[in-house]
């Protein structure tokens, strides 16, 4: 028999909603997976039992009563720790934050609240989500639950790790430059990057706003599904936000990809994509094609571009984005200090970590007065051209198929000490991100140490039910999630 | 090379705080004077997480600006962020426009000595104000109340030659901005403020000197003395072989100096580049002429129906539109009025004296329209004179009444009654005789103390006119 935290968020509905289960013995059931395994896995950086627990009694009594119910009643979940709560810190896993609590709900934790779902905690990142292992958390790392010697991707790792561990039917995580899709990939879970505009970014502590978009991960597409039905939507408060007639994406969860035209760019299968990882995606390719839809290999100008042109445009936007982070209005400040500038000085030191600091470093490099032209403005001229491609291959094709990451998850450790070796990681993710259109990671396949491989789909814009059409078709096809299959 | 080889060259960067009724990303007050951090949000306190949206009402009141200083609008701008570190600026950044300001390519005319001066206006771009520091003893506080306040500033190009041309040009630009409804302009509140550029050449050069940059002048009275100072300073500097630092000044008026701020060396890198959290802001043909449609008569439009309908001279005319709530007020008072022109002469000369500097606020006076005009038309049928007219004038100032009233109860009517006024003119020869033989003499100077010792004797209400002419035969038949 199942353990409660074991069954799918959809599963948990069900049994809510027929009151086969309780939502306080639902929750109940995640804190004690958490207690039995978070101390290894270090997916969380705050709980809130009082507060989950007081949720999912006031739902359960509300069940009882017939009282209406939202349409995540009584499921528990975990926001990545840069989106801002009332209830809780909001730390971003920085020095800088760790004490910080925002006065403010993000507009995503507004709306889990209005579908009734269940707050558990605050999940581990790489601080200010820059980072490709959550290992660049200030507060701990993150180890993946499949291989604890290894690293869960990031930077939106314990979001991934939390719920390929069972500590939390579905997470929130948020993606800049492949931060929801990489760590999906390397635990084996499901995580869907919504097109720019899709989900409101209100709350959510920014790091490059032109990239960022908070989405959902799971353990199945069925439950993406459900957790996306609440996510997407305009939000007046955030002016990139976009007014979509959005479907009901439960009604894409239909197994069926016949006539579906799916494009495989061959740069995204060349020099240094691990074979393992290559294999299991052409192994994807061959059965969408044997599931009816027809696969294209295209070849495409723009992505040797893509990394470098994101770690222009996403420094640049971080440099500036962190700025506000100067001991002054509140975070961490100095203790001892001179003057303004060295409060500024020993804050900025001592409150962020080196990852960050390096970004802060290129991205006000690349602004610098003299470096613009060459830096910024040359990225900004590659981002419109990379998307003119995606936007041109979406007129022939409904899909691309790629990998989500060159490699499956390696030690920790492993890569830390060349960040360039840690930001080729993302070369397949990031250009996702520069062209604005949404992609899913769905687990593939497995490598010979067990380590999960993702795919990565990638749709139109706002055409997010397509990508999940094809997720599920492929993972209904290969006989549904399994976290040890 | 002395100082009269120069020429100085300035341009103007105003920076004016928009009546708009909330902040320009957020829903907070723009009112004045609130309590320190009363009218704050997580917005324009730029707390993680929180995201601006533009107030579009903003948008209009730019657009305002720039029709009525004859700019090109900008159909599709954006907003750029402007990075610094500085207690008052939350985020580290401040909203602003770039290089697609949401207007350019604009002009200004103004009068100065009888002369049209057109001064070019290359932009104005909308911007969030920052927050405001307060030392007391201990430390420094932070009110962020005017942060997110919305500003435009206009950037003049580099026509001005004098500071005689700045005040004409601000005053202009003041009662342009109020005409439109966009600003106040107080600038005792700051949402009127200065920046001004400034350098100089020998005359006949092409070339522009180094220049300065004075920062926030909030007073037109501070502008032109900072101006004064600071083009002499830079012509000593010049003339005794020196060089002029491209640098950012500071007017202290207690001093009646400028300071050195900054040297160009350490001016900022503000790595100015497109907000990612802002759309382009677009600007269709439609909303620009529906914005057109709801501007009022513009100050030139009614300079010219002054000069054209009642000769008033284009120097006067100006003075009188140079404030909309005066300008209304002459327009009220020339209703019934039996000379116009002589209403604007008390309007431009004693009215404008007692009303003092306009920089606070537009005042008129407390008495009605219609009451200047009486007293305007009782110096015109001659039932007081100018001189009566100005007494007349501080009286009702002061709150007295109605001019006729005044005139009445101070028993100030004039004397025109030639065979009293005879014996008055009478009685002044033979007291002074010395005065009769130096007029005789030739000394100009002798009659008007004549003059006035029978004013003095008529309490002032004698006929002036009548007096004069009286005098002047009598002596004659001296002779």
């Not at chain 1, 899909?399 to 070369?427: C, N, Q």
């Amino acid at each position: 028999m199942k353990k409660m935290n074991e069954f799918t968020l959809a599963e948990s509905l069900s049994l809510l909603g027929k009151k086969e289960i309780s939502s306080q013995e639902l929750v109940s059931a995640y804190f004690e997976q958490i207690d039995r395994v978070d101390a290894e896995v270090g997916a969380w950086i705050t709980l809130d039992r009082q507060g989950a627990l007081r949720q999912a009694a006031r739902i359960d009594d509300h069940r009882l009563k017939g009282l209406a119910l939202g349409p995540l009643a009584g499921v528990p979940g975990g926001l990545k720790d840069n989106l801002c709560t009332t209830t809780m810190p909001t730390t971003c896993a920085s020095k800088m934050l760790v004490q910080y609590t925002s006065p403010f709900d993000a507009t995503v934790v507004e709306k889990l609240a209005g579908a009734d779902a269940v707050i558990l905690g605050k999940l581990n990142m790489d601080e200010f989500a820059m980072g490709s292992s959550t290992e660049n958390s200030y507060i701990k790392p993150v180890r993946n639950p499949v291989d604890l010697t290894r690293v869960p991707g990031g930077s939106s790792g314990g979001s991934a790790a939390a719920v390929a561990s069972f500590q939390a039917a579905f997470t929130l995580g948020s993606d800049t430059g492949g931060s929801i899709r990489q760590p999906a990939a390397f635990c084996g879970v499901v995580g869907l990057k919504p097109t720019y505009g899709a989900v409101s970014r209100y709350g959510l502590i920014a790091f490059a706003s032109s990239l960022d978009q908070i989405g959902p991960l799971t353990r199945d597409v069925t439950d993406l599904a459900h957790v996306m039905n609440v996510l997407a939507g305009h939000d007046p408060r955030d002016s990139t936000s976009v007014t979509v007639d959005w479907p009901d994406f439960r009604d894409s969860l239909r197994a069926d990809v016949k006539g579906m035209k799916i494009a495989l760019p061959k740069e995204y299968f060349g020099k240094g994509l691990n074979p393992e990882v290559k294999a299991a995606v052409l192994e994807a390719a061959r059965r969408f094609e044997l599931l009816g839809a027809d696969v294209d290999e295209v070849g495409v100008t723009t992505m040797e571009y893509a990394l470098p042109a994101y770690y222009l445009i996403s420094s640049a936007e971080a440099s500036s984005n962190l700025a506000r982070f100067d001991g002054v209005q509140y975070g961490y400040r100095a203790d001892d200090f001179e003057d303004l500038r060295d409060l500024y000085v020993k804050t900025r030191s001592q409150g962020f970590g080196k990852e960050v600091k390096r970004r802060i470093l290129l991205g006000t490099y690349a602004l610098s007065s003299g470096y613009y032209d060459a830096y910024y403005k040359k990225a900004q001229q590659v981002r419109g051209l990379i998307r003119k491609e995606f936007s041109d291959l979406f007129k022939t094709y409904d899909l691309i198929l790629s990998p989500v990451a060159p490699t499956t998850a390696w030690k920790l450790g492993e890569k830390s000490k060349d960040p360039l070796e840690m930001y080729m990681e993302d070369i397949y993710t990031v250009p996702i991100n520069i062209a604005g259109v949404p992609a899913i990671s769905v687990p593939c396949g497995k490598d010979t140490s067990g380590m999960p491989v993702g795919m990565q789909l990638i749709g139109k814009p706002f055409d997010e039910k397509t990508l999940i059409r094809a997720a599920y078709t492929f993972e209904q096809s290969v006989g549904g999630w399994r976290h040890d299959g | 090379m002395t100082a009269k080889d120069f020429e100085v060259v300035m341009g103007l960067e105003v920076h004016v705080e928009l009546k708009t009724a909330t902040k320009i990303f957020c829903g907070c007050s723009t009112a004045f004077g609130a309590p320190p951090n009363t009218q704050v949000c997580r917005v324009c306190l730029g707390l993680p997480g929180a995201l601006p949206v533009l107030n579009e009402k903003v948008v209009d009141a730019a657009v305002k600006a720039g029709i009525a200083t004859n700019c090109e609008i900008t159909a599709y701008g954006k907003q750029d962020r402007k990075n610094y570190f500085y207690p008052d600026l939350p985020k580290a950044y401040q909203i602003s426009q770039y290089d697609l300001p949401l207007c350019h390519g604009g002009y200004i005319d103004v009068e100065v000595r009888g002369e049209t001066r057109r001064i070019g206006i290359t932009r104005i771009h909308i911007e969030e104000d920052a927050g405001k520091l307060i030392h007391d003893g201990e430390g420094t506080l932070i009110d962020y109340n005017r942060g997110g306040v919305p500003l435009i500033e206009i950037v003049s190009e580099p026509d001005f030659r004098s500071a005689e041309e700045v005040g004409a040009y601000l005053r202009k630009l003041r009662a342009i901005l109020i005409y439109a409804g966009i600003s106040d302009c107080k600038m005792n509140e700051g949402a009127f403020r200065c920046d001004v550029n400034l350098s100089v050449r020998q005359r006949g050069s092409s070339e522009y000197g180094t220049r300065t940059e004075m920062k926030n002048l909030n007073s037109f009275n501070f502008i032109q003395k900072a101006i004064e100072h600071e083009a002499q300073r830079q012509i000593a500097l010049v003339t005794s072989g020196g060089k002029v630092v491209q640098e950012t000044r500071r007017w202290d008026q207690t001093a009646g100096k400028s300071i050195s701020m900054r040297t160009k060396e350490d001016a900022h890198d503000y790595r100015y580049f497109p907000d990612p959290d802002l759309m382009p802001i677009v600007v269709s043909t439609e909303r620009i002429s529906k914005l057109a449609s709801e501007l009022p008569q513009m100050p030139d439009e009614r300079k010219a129906h002054y000069i054209q309908h009642y000769g008033l001279g284009a120097y006067d005319a100006e003075q009188l539109v140079s404030s909309r709530a005066v300008a209304d007020y002459f327009e009220q008072a020339v209703i019934g009025c039996s000379n116009v022109k002589l209403l604007s002469n008390v309007m431009t000369t004693e009215i404008f004296r007692l009303l003092g500097d306009q920089e606070g606020e537009e005042r008129v006076p407390a008495f009605s329209a219609a009451d200047l005009r009486d007293l305007v038309n009782r110096i015109e049928d001659e039932t007081i004179h100018m001189g009566i007219g100005k007494k007349v004038l501080s009286l009702m100032w002061t709150g007295a009444g109605h001019p006729d009233a005044i005139i009445e109860a101070q028993d100030l009517k004039q004397i025109s009654d030639p065979e009293l006024l005879k014996l008055v003119v009478a009685e002044v020869i033979e007291a002074h005789q010395k005065a009769v033989l130096e007029y005789l003499d030739g000394k100009d100077k002798a009659f008007q103390s004549l003059m006035g010792q029978v004013m003095a004797k008529t309490k002032g209400k004698a006929n002036p006119k009548m007096v004069s002419e009286l005098l002047e035969s009598a002596i004659q038949t001296m002779k």
